[in-house]
Every structure is written in structure tokens, then in C-alpha cells.
């Protein structure tokens, strides 16, 4: 079924509606949110940002993600969901405030990003209780149709989201106060999705009572065994392991591109101007927002003609080529073109991703399986920041980094084909 399809048929249920509005205005501020942590650490004017400020930037807005992630579930399975989804936003709102209140105060630099790594740890239970709700709103029949359009359509509002940050920053200026306000409509606007949580039912979204459910200490303690054994079972499942492998490739050579991009626009295309590097690196982000959505619609006829065991290594094979070939004459124009190629391929990837996981591993082993995912799509992200904050100029113009890239693709395409023949020898 196509995008527009599916949404018609999930869309019918109207406690999807409410459980759906409450993820779009929870990503549209998050979208604000990301684009003021990301002007006040990379293109503030009142700072000279470095490989290394970046890193720390990434790291910030991505690691709650991978650590708390897979503790995080122990919690949400104990707790009222919709409760979860009420109270998170308050809590958030409260701390984009006090965040707020610090940039204004012009504090010194950690301690804003620890006030924004508390807001981002109160996220992800948010996200969580969404993703786990989403079976008590969606028949059975209809859930493959409401995994298909809710990730997309977050994805589409959080750019959204941060296209409207950067707007309010060309209103408010990019200075600590403007930052400051953005913080505080974010918070506002995330105030917003509660409203709409408490319209549903107390204990519509679960969990139902189990008193075999093991005590939450316990829980805790069985997360790392947990993961351990998901682990294992993936490795017994080449294909959703291998295409999992790629994804967490991809992120890595990603992160290497976010962050020269970052730098380049910084420094090397605008001279040090905050406000021209902040628009350049914007049009990047719109060309790689729009290979998102494209992805989205070429994926399902491209594996429907090639198979996923084809489709993700062309789709590693041409982000390295292409990189490679718009990147090296270190031109505004070839990084916009290449944030298209790479969202293309990189969503193509992460669907695939997606579906051999759904797919091949067992319902039992299926969390923990996405709970590695998650920790290896962040994780990889700022690893590949931390290795360019050693390897980047001070410029950003680094052929290094693109030999890297390059090469990289191409070789994880290799191996992902070697495992997936591996895998279908096996099994014939």
C-alpha cells in the first residue's frame, strides 16, 4: 500500500488520531528543540566551534537514546502509559524552561548541556510509552499499516519542526536570547501534546495488571543478560544481523559527513559567519529531508524488484560513490546534493533495517533486538563525530575524511553481500 493509503486506514480509529496528534506535536517541538541545541552549540556568533564542540553537541542530543534506551522499558511496562504521555511533557516543558533561563543567564556551557540531557532523558520515556501504545490503538490487521505511516510522518514533522527554529531564529537573532526563546516556545509547544494525551482513556494504552511481572529491580538487573542473549539470537539471523550491521555503517559514515559539513559551512564556505554557515547547513538538511521521503517511496519497489539482499548493497555502493564524486571539489552545491543521496540511501537502509527485524526474529527476542538497534543508530552517530573531531582541519577541508566515506560504503556493501550468501547457502 502507498503513504497516503495507509494513513486513510489507520486514520479511521479515532483514539489512533488522538495517540498519533500527541507524537506529531511532541516531534514539531522536538524539532525546534534539536535545531536550538544545534545553533547554540555549533553556530552561536558569541563562540569559534570546533570538531571536538560538535562531537560534544551529538553526543548531548543522542546519547540518553542509546543509554537509557534499553532500561527504559522496564519502566514503561510498569507505569500508565498515558500517564507516561501526560506527565513527561510537563516535566520536559519545566526543564526547557530552566534551560532557557540558563542561556539567558549565560552559564557556562556544561551546565546548559546537562539541563539539555535531562530534557532529552524525559523524551525518551515519552517515545517510549508512544511506541509501546501504539498495538492498543490499532487493530491487529492494521498495525503493519500504522508502523509504516508513523515513523514517516515524525520524521516529516520533526524538519518541519526545525524549519520553523529557523525561522523564529532569523526573528529572534541567534544570540543566547534568541536561543532562549526557542527553548521556551519548544517547551510550550511540547505542553501541547499532553492536552491531547488526556483525552484518552486512564488505562487505554496499558500496561495490564501481571503479578508474574518480575519486580523492577529485578527487571533492571536482567536488562544486560537481556541484551546479551538478543544479541546471540541476532547473530543466528544473518540476514536481519547483516542488514543491521549496515544501518549502524551507514550512521557512522553519516556522522563523519554531519560533522565536516558542519565545520565546512562553519568555516571553510562562509568565513566564520554564524548566520550564512546556519542557512548552508540548512539547505543540507532540506536536500537530506527530502532523500528521506523518497526513500520512503522508491524502497518498497525497489526491494519488491531486487530484494532487500540486493537493494541495501546498491543503495551503500552509490552513497559511497556518489559522496565521493559531489564532496571532493568541497563546493556548497555538491554538500547539498550529497545530503540528498545520503538520506535516500541511508532511509532505504534503516526500512530495510526495519523489516528484516520484524521480520526474522522471534516476538520474544523482538524488543531487545530493537533496543541494540537503537543503541547501535546513536551510538555509531557520534562515534564517527568523536573520530572527526581528530581527524577534521580546522577548515573542515579534509579529503581524509571523504577517503573514508569513499571507501567505507563500498566495503560495508561487501561484506553485507557476503553475509547475506553466506546466509542463503545455509539455508539451501
Given at each position: 500500500?502507498?503513504?497516503?493509503?495507509?494513513?486513510?486506514?489507520?486514520?479511521?480509529?479515532?483514539d489512533f488520531r488522538r495517540l498519533f496528534g500527541t507524537r506529531l506535536v511532541s516531534q514539531f517541538s522536538d524539532g525546534i528543540f534539536q535545531f536550538a541545541v544545534a545553533g547554540f552549540a555549533f553556530f552561536s556568533p558569541e563562540s569559534q566551534t570546533t570538531a571536538l564542540q560538535v562531537a560534544t553537541g551529538l553526543a548531548v542530543l543522542l546519547l540518553p537514546y542509546s543509554v537509557l534506551g534499553p532500561f527504559v522499558g522496564v519502566f514503561i511496562d510498569r507505569w500508565p502509559r498515558r500517564q507516561v504521555l501526560v506527565l513527561a511533557p510537563v516535566a520536559?516543558?519545566?526543564?526547557?524552561?530552566?534551560?532557557?533561563?540558563?542561556?539567558?543567564?549565560?552559564?557556562?556551557?556544561?551546565?546548559?548541556?546537562?539541563?539539555?540531557?535531562?530534557?532529552?532523558?524525559?523524551?525518551?520515556?515519552?517515545?517510549?510509552?508512544?511506541?509501546?501504545?501504539?498495538?492498543?490503538?490499532?487493530?491487529?490487521?492494521?498495525?503493519l499499516a500504522a508502523n509504516a505511516v508513523v515513523p514517516t510522518s515524525g520524521t516529516v514533522v520533526t524538519f518541519v519542526g526545525a524549519g520553523v527554529g529557523f525561522l523564529l531564529r532569523a526573528l529572534f537573532g541567534g544570540d543566547d536570547s534568541g536561543v532562549?526563546?526557542?527553548?521556551?516556545?519548544?517547551?510550550?509547544?511540547?505542553?501541547?501534546?499532553?492536552?491531547?494525551?488526556?483525552?484518552?482513556?486512564?488505562?487505554?494504552?496499558?500496561?495490564?495488571p501481571d503479578p508474574d511481572r518480575p519486580q523492577a529491580r529485578e527487571a533492571l538487573r536482567n536488562v544486560v543478560t537481556g541484551l546479551a542473549d538478543?544479541?546471540?539470537?541476532?547473530?543466528?539471523?544473518?540476514i536481519a544481523a547483516g542488514t543491521m550491521g549496515a544501518m549502524a555503517a551507514h550512521r557512522f559514515f553519516y556522522g563523519m559527513a554531519t560533522a565536516l559539513g558542519i565545520i565546512l559551512y562553519r568555516y571553510y564556505f562562509t568565513d566564520g559567519d554564524p548566520d550564512a554557515a546556519l542557512q548552508g547547513i540548512g539547505?543540507?538538511?532540506?536536500?537530506?529531508?527530502?532523500g528521506y521521503f523518497v526513500a520512503v517511496l522508491i524502497t518498497p519497489y525497489a526491494t519488491e524488484r531486487f530484494t532487500i539482499e540486493r537493494w541495501v548493497p546498491i543503495a551503500l555502493t552509490a552513497a559511497g560513490v556518489l559522496t565521493a564524486a559531489l564532496v571532493l571539489p568541497f563546493q556548497e552545491w555538491g554538500l547539498a546534493a550529497a545530503g540528498f543521496v545520503l538520506g535516500v540511501a541511508g532511509q532505504s537502509v534503516k526500512i530495510c533495517a526495519d523489516t528484516t527485524v520484524q521480520r526474522d526474529v522471534e516476538d520474544i527476542y523482538r524488543g531487545r533486538a530493537f533496543s541494540l538497534y537503537d543503541m547501535l543508530f546513536n551510538g555509531m552517530y557520534v562515534l564517527a563525530a568523536a573520530l572527526?573531531?581528530?581527524?577534521?582541519?580546522?577548515?573542515?577541508?579534509?579529503?581524509?575524511a571523504v577517503a573514508i566515506m569513499a571507501a567505507g560504503y563500498p566495503l560495508a556493501a561487501l561484506a553485507y553481500r557476503a553475509i547475506a550468501a553466506r546466509s542463503r547457502a545455509e539455508l539451501g
Open positions: 500500500m502507498s503513504f497516503v493509503a495507509d494513513l486513510r486506514v489507520v486514520s479511521r480509529g479515532r520536559r516543558g519545566a526543564l526547557l524552561l530552566v534551560a532557557a533561563w540558563l542561556v539567558a543567564a549565560d552559564v557556562p556551557d556544561p551546565v546548559f548541556y546537562v539541563a539539555a540531557l535531562g530534557v532529552l532523558a524525559v523524551n525518551r520515556f515519552f517515545l517510549a510509552a508512544l511506541g509501546a501504545s501504539l498495538p492498543h490503538v490499532v487493530p491487529t490487521e492494521r498495525l532562549a526563546v526557542l527553548l521556551v516556545v519548544s517547551g510550550v509547544v511540547f505542553g501541547l501534546s499532553a492536552l491531547i494525551a488526556r483525552r484518552m482513556d486512564r488505562m487505554l494504552l496499558g500496561p495490564w538478543g544479541a546471540k539470537h541476532l547473530l543466528g539471523h544473518r539547505l543540507v538538511v532540506a536536500t537530506s529531508g527530502a572527526s573531531a581528530a581527524i577534521l582541519p580546522a577548515d573542515g577541508k579534509s579529503y581524509l
